[in-house]
């Protein structure tokens, strides 16, 4: 198992799939059998702990999971809680699990998977905030700009591999549910969802629009 710190409040966790079986867990336990993913983050979590250069990250935790070919990547991040919210112990084993399933079933989706996300999420509250999709080429980039109205989102787009990525964030105080599925559903259409991280693709790869990634691309083509 390797473990990354990203920053103060988040670290990454990568572990294969070989290593899962050898602590006693199937792949099939880990994303539909609540206990056992449970059992298995809390034994990571134990031995990120003990590595001297990770501190115990106290309170409630965000938890987004990566299907990756070999394995999984588990990103870690603390939040920040107002003094009227849940306290830190408040986080349930429950709730826990159920980040782990919602976070790691809309990141292992295929490219074209959207139609059916209505079918697992019907709460907004269920449905993460961020995506990132790539793209074979700048064109498909272009085209995908003339049918999405990005006025409502917070987008970014970044030159990693010979690929295009899209990074997406809603504003999930404003957004509908309707509206984020026909959204994603467009998108799907011109790429594809990536199990590679932004944090990943903001560290190695190149910014080529910080920002209105779809109005700055209708300005000029």
Do not use: C
């Amino acid at each position: 198992m390797d473990i990354e710190r990203i920053n103060d409040n988040t670290f990454k966790v990568y572990i294969s799939y070989i290593d899962i079986e050898e602590r006693g867990f199937s792949r099939d336990e880990i994303w539909f059998n609540k206990d056992k993913s449970e059992q298995l983050f809390w034994e990571m979590m134990d031995e990120v702990h003990d590595d001297d250069h990770f501190e115990e990250l106290d309170g409630p935790l965000w938890i987004q999971v990566h299907a990756m070919e070999k394995g999984l990547e588990v990103i870690v991040t603390r939040t920040e809680m107002a003094k009227d919210e849940r306290s830190d112990d408040s986080l349930s084993a429950e709730d826990l699990s159920n980040k782990i399933f919602k976070s790691a079933v809309s990141n292992s989706m295929g490219p074209h998977e959207f139609d059916d996300f209505s079918n697992y999420m019907d709460d907004l509250d269920e449905i993460p905030a961020e995506y990132t999709f790539i793209f074979e080429n700048f064109e498909d980039v272009i085209g995908l700009s003339k049918k999405l109205d990005d006025l409502d989102l917070d987008t970014s787009l970044y030159h990693y591999n010979e690929k295009y990525y899209l990074h997406v964030i809603f504003d999930m105080d404003i957004a509908e549910l309707e509206v984020i599925l026909n959204t994603l559903s467009v998108i799907s259409e011109f790429g594809q969802s990536t199990k590679t991280t932004i944090h990943i693709i903001q560290e190695y790869g190149k910014e080529i629009i910080a920002a209105n990634v779809m109005e700055e691309l209708n300005k000029h083509f």
